[in-house]
């Protein structure tokens, strides 16, 4: 079985019931579905309020595996942050992303294939 991390954008149309997401994770069904720290982040961070964020928050750590940071995550990140110093521009967050996925050996699941594109040894399902 797969384990495919989810993208922020995907997470945020789920959410919004938008269909280019919902068809997104269909195409994933059976995989094991993932986030990261960075992506928790993201969501969260989009919150109205204290008690959106508290039962936002709850709810992701219910039903999602979030990966933890580890050593192998930062090598990764270092690698891609040298690998794109050469004139790509690829937010700091979408590299961290990579890294995670690319580190804990998962495929990734956006809607915003372009900004990972460049970024070698990824996967994007």
Do not use: W
């Amino acid at each position: 079985m797969e384990t495919v991390l989810i993208d922020t954008n995907i997470l945020i149309g789920r959410i919004r019931k938008e269909p280019r997401a919902i068809a997104a994770l269909e195409r994933c069904s059976g995989s094991t579905l993932v986030l990261c720290d960075a992506i928790v982040a993201e969501v969260l961070a989009g919150t109205r309020n204290k008690v959106e964020f508290a039962s936002t928050r709850h709810e992701l750590f219910a039903q999602f595996h979030v990966l933890p940071l580890t050593t192998e995550v930062s090598r990764y990140f270092r690698d891609i942050v040298h690998q794109l110093k050469q004139g790509t521009e690829i937010h700091f967050a979408d590299q961290l992303i990579a890294a995670m996925a690319m580190a804990h050996g998962c495929s990734l699941l956006t809607l915003n294939k372009k900004h990972f594109i460049p970024i070698k040894g990824l996967k994007l399902v």
